[in-house]
């Protein structure tokens, strides 16, 4: 296969934006991918890894040539710039974190309360019409229990167990398939976000390699079932994840104590409202661009 020097750099550019994108709180990598026209590309090359590793346990010759066959144009730049990105931008986004810790759930609440208009955008509106009820019924069920849980989980965790790691890694990991939900967001309303970035910023092997098993094990059990829900259910697997993503909202809130009770607004208020509003226009932003980028993809077909 003929190496394209440029199509590999502009990869490894995607790949870093990417990456930026799933560091912060309510910027969704999948959504990024979708921008930059890459989301069908990666989610079909991931497929083939995973029916590559499962040849592995039944027919080697069929996994080499599965392997040989894999898209590392795609793969090798965009995986390598993502996880060089994340190594060195792990420490600023937890000491912004540590160090503003209202100013930043104000940017991450803006953001947040913004990608909830993005499965909604892609709800069939006349499929929604149908099945008006249920949706409603999964709209209101999904955003009451993600309030309730993020009410008792999203203070920050001084000193998390292994398989807390483990686990959380297995559902963060889901955000890289489903534009506007953000892997980083789930971290944070677990109150693992500062203590998965402090792993990586110091060189943390063993949390690194939990976290990565975990990741790995999310990837196996849960894409094909996310690939399902989308295409068998689409209409209210994505109006659940908006209800998602408005009850956690909660764990966003800027003004709250060490056990996540939440506060009357004091302090610099005028600084977190500009924070949250420029966290919308951001995220609003790039909706924008996803969808200029699909009108513009369409034109020229």
Not at 12 to 27: H, K, M, Q, S
Not at 38 to 43: G, L, T
Not at 135 to 146: D, S
Request: net charge neutral; charged share 15%.
């Amino acid at each position: 296969m003929r190496v394209n020097p440029v199509e590999i750099l502009n990869n490894a550019f995607r790949g870093a934006l990417i990456a930026l994108a799933e560091l912060v709180p309510g910027v969704s990598g999948g959504t990024i991918a979708l921008v930059v026209g890459v989301y069908e590309r990666a989610i079909a090359a991931g497929d083939d890894i995973l029916a590559a590793c499962k040849a592995l346990f039944t027919d080697r010759k069929e996994a080499a040539t599965r392997f040989r066959s894999l898209d590392w144009a795609l793969l090798v730049p965009l995986v390598g710039a993502m996880a060089v990105t994340i190594l060195l931008m792990a420490g600023v986004m937890s000491s912004f974190v540590e160090n503003q810790p209202e100013i930043s759930r104000g940017l991450f609440l803006g953001m947040v309360a913004a990608s909830i208009l993005v499965p909604l955008r892609m709800v069939d509106s006349a499929d929604a019409r149908r099945k008006r009820g249920a949706a409603i019924v999964a709209f209101a069920i999904a955003a009451v229990l993600t309030f309730i849980a993020t009410g008792t989980s999203s203070a920050t965790q001084s000193d998390p167990a292994l398989p807390v790691y483990f686990f959380a890694a297995m559902f963060a990991v889901c955000a890289l398939v489903l534009p506007g939900v953000s892997g980083s967001f789930l971290l944070l309303a677990l109150g693992l976000y500062q203590p998965v970035l402090n792993a990586v910023h110091e060189r943390d092997l063993t949390v690194m390699g939990v976290f990565f098993l975990g990741a790995v094990t999310g990837i196996a059990l849960f894409i094909k079932l996310l690939n399902y829900l989308l295409t068998q259910h689409r209409t209210l697997t994505l109006i659940t994840m908006s209800g998602l993503l408005l009850g956690s909202l909660r764990a966003l809130w800027p003004w709250q104590n060490d056990s996540a009770d939440l506060l009357a607004a004091h302090g610099n208020v005028l600084a977190v409202v500009g924070c949250a509003i420029l966290g919308a226009l951001i995220v609003l932003g790039l909706v924008w661009m996803e969808t200029f980028t699909a009108r513009k993809a369409q034109s020229s077909i």
